[in-house]
């Protein structure tokens, strides 16, 4: 069973930065299979930004500037750098395997001033 264990999340500034981090384990098929989306209270789970393909990648409209993507293969981890992060990017970013269709159990990101 794949296990994601995400880290890294909490309280930032607007503008200010963090990143994410997701660690792999198990019989992942890919690490370019892995992703972030984010969930408000209330909200439906969005996509943040994704590894479509090998060195592929693909991020919401709303982070696309500002948030990048990167991976460490012999760890099976991805990062998710946030910069200039906004009051409205506030959520529970969640690791996704979408060849296992698998959930990591979501960690916090709250922004204020």
């Known amino acids: 069973q794949v296990q994601l264990v995400e880290s890294g999340g909490g309280a930032v500034q607007p503008g200010g930065s963090l990143k994410l981090s997701c660690a792999a384990s198990g019989p992942i098929t890919s690490i370019y299979g892995l992703g972030w989306y984010r969930q408000v209270p209330g909200g439906t789970r969005d996509l943040v930004a994704i590894?479509?393909?090998?060195?592929?990648?693909h991020y919401a409209e709303a982070v696309k500037a500002r948030f990048t993507l990167s991976k460490d293969i012999a760890k099976n981890t991805i990062y998710l750098q946030m910069n200039n992060i906004q009051p409205e990017d506030t959520a529970k970013y969640y690791c996704?395997?979408?060849?296992?269709?698998?959930w990591g159990q979501g960690i916090q990101v709250t922004v204020s001033s």
């Open positions: 996704f395997d979408r060849g296992a269709n698998s």
């Open positions: 590894y479509i393909g090998a060195e592929l990648t």
